[in-house]
């Protein structure tokens, strides 16, 4: 398992050198913290995607269902547009990233705290529900954006409209430093409490007779879930399919249940698929096809075959 | 002892218990058999803090239900709660070692990788130790759980139904195996039952309920009859004795 573990960390380094190192054509002093930042954030999106994922899955106990699917970010997206609505576009417009996002942050993570906290609990152990719940939310949030949008002024849209859809090549670097320490600091919270993670995973009542309280860890996980999903929203947009897809590979390729194998590897794998696809991306097919479009029509089928199957649970 | 002392329970206006203050005795199998809808499955969750108490109190030996540290309750008291469909890809070794969670946290030393190997032993599972639970038959991963639970060597242990969905053959053999956990690890499990036959046969005590409320207590033999069974089951079922076995006729 671990000799697995390093063969993706391998595997990642060396898409990291085909980005910073493909084709440069300019100045390295310009090259370098250019391609440098964005490759940050492209590790960055990769495991807070996979974590929040994970831990979602963990606390739902199905195999199927991610933050995105369920519409955390397009609950992210919604936050905005309604602070653009009310506020004006030109003081979220002016005012610093840094604190757009810290703003944006709270407000999903006591939203999701109220939605998604209340709801699990009422729908938990029915896939089918689940699945529908997290559908109608999802598109719930996506017309209430879009209502919102049109509602406002065509110049105070643009704010909006360019955090609407998923972007690799236009990254937020000013986001990086502080969505850097923040989700550091949320992954690292996630890896101390992997072994509790374990417990949970078993189902609600035998994590309480392991004394294991239930309740305190699943409001954890939704706030740390919050939190991840915020950066990468911010960072890179929205990501249908990313955490699903990674997660899927994940189980393929490191088989366990552990949390402690399946955070490094799921982190790394959506890593590489990041950085490997956007190098593709951008060195080889000449930004033809958004990376975005590959990886969700990829996690799609994913998705599908996971349904299909019935092994979602 | 397992002391329970004035406790009711309802959900939204329904009320599932009434009042109910009984005691449990130290060692042995006792059942909670009555009809669906009695208050038994409820009451074992009060017991095992798998729902909060709203009225009464719980004492397990001295350690006071909703008051004590979880995770100190953890290593003198465990259940096997209704077994859900959903199995997580995990192989036995694995499960039976989450067993040993309430002393080490997720960090096994050598002394749990001892209790497992011993639990594993125990239930057969050598065999399968190895195997994940998704290819195991029914009785295999319900004998799996168990052992998990044997792993955290609590004193008191607590079974909710465990012979939904097994055949005659792996139903047996997992109350042989508790009565064994009962005669030489002096273990005191707590079980509900649907059948008042299984009851009467491997129970040493019997708590009969309905409507929320224990109807009578004692041991099978004393207390299976058809009396019982009119009072407890509103139908009028003969009972015969067969080996000492009270046995109540479909």
């Given amino acids: ?313 | 002892m397992i002391s329970i002392q004035g406790v009711s329970h309802a959900i939204g206006d329904k009320r599932i218990l009434n009042d109910v203050t009984t005691q449990i005795a130290q060692g042995g199998i006792t059942a909670l058999i009555g009809p669906n809808g009695a208050g038994k499955s409820t009451l074992l969750s009060l017991i095992a803090r798998l729902e909060p108490l709203q009225t009464g109190r719980i004492h397990v030996d001295a350690l006071e239900i909703g008051a004590c540290s979880d995770q100190v309750l953890a290593q003198h008291l465990s259940i096997l709660p209704q077994m859900a469909d959903h199995t997580p890809r995990l192989t036995v070794k694995e499960l039976v070692g989450f067993g040993r969670y309430p002393y080490n946290r997720g960090r096994p030393t050598a002394q749990d990788d001892a209790k497992v190997a011993q639990a594993l032993g125990m239930f057969g599972l050598n065999l399968f130790a190895d195997r994940t639970l998704d290819t195991l038959s029914g009785g295999q991963k319900q004998r799996a759980h168990i052992a998990m639970i044997f792993a955290q060597d609590t004193d008191y242990v607590l079974l909710d139904e465990p012979l939904n969905n097994l055949d005659i053959a792996a139903g047996r053999s997992l109350m042989k195996t508790l009565q064994r956990m009962c005669e030489d690890h002096r273990k005191t499990i707590v079980i509900v039952l649907h059948d008042i036959n299984v009851a009467s046969r491997y129970a040493d005590q019997i708590i009969a309920m309905r409507d929320g409320s224990v109807i009578t207590q004692g041991r099978p033999a004393e207390i299976v009859d058809s009396a019982l069974v009119q009072d407890v089951f509103e139908t009028d079922a003969p009972v015969v004795t067969v080996e000492g076995t009270n046995l109540v006729l479909m």
Wanted: proline share 4%.
């Fill in chain 1, 1 to 313: 398992m671990n000799r697995r573990l390093w063969g993706l960390f391998a595997l990642l380094l060396l898409s990291c050198a085909f980005y910073m190192l493909w084709g440069v054509r300019a100045p390295w002093s310009f090259v370098l913290p250019f391609r440098g930042a964005k490759l940050g954030a492209l590790i960055l999106v990769g495991c807070t995607v996979s974590t929040a994922s994970l831990l979602f899955q963990t606390i739902t106990q199905n195999r199927i269902l991610t933050p995105s699917i369920m519409g955390f970010d397009a609950l992210y997206l919604l936050l905005l547009s309604g602070a653009v609505f009310w506020l004006g576009g030109m003081t979220v417009a002016g005012a610093p990233p840094q604190i757009v996002f810290l703003v944006t942050a709270s407000a999903l993570i006591i939203a999701s705290l109220l939605l998604f906290g209340t709801l699990m609990r009422s729908v938990r152990g029915d896939l089918l529900r689940m699945v529908l719940t997290g559908i109608i939310f999802g598109a719930l949030f996506r017309s209430l954006t879009s209502f919102l949008e049109r509602m406002i002024d065509p110049n105070e849209f643009a704010v909006v409209q360019a955090a609407s859809f998923a972007r690799f090549t236009q990254i937020e670097t000013d986001l990086l430093a502080l969505s850097a320490g923040v989700s550091g600091l949320a992954l690292l919270r996630c890896w101390v409490i992997r072994h509790r993670l374990d417990v949970l995973a078993l189902g609600r009542d035998t994590a309480m007779s392991l004394g294991e309280p239930p309740r305190r860890l699943e409001l954890e996980s939704l706030i740390l879930i919050a939190i991840l999903v915020s950066v990468s929203t911010a960072l890179v947009g929205p990501l249908a399919f990313l955490g699903l897809l990674v997660l899927s590979l994940a189980r393929l390729i490191t088989p366990s249940e552990k949390h402690a194998i399946l955070i490094p590897s799921a982190g790394l794998i959506a890593a590489i698929t990041l950085v490997g696809g956007q190098a593709v991306m951008e060195h080889v097919m000449a930004l033809s096809t958004p990376l975005v479009v590959v990886i969700d029509l990829l996690g799609g089928a994913v998705f599908l075959a996971l349904l299909l199957k019935g092994s979602g649970r």
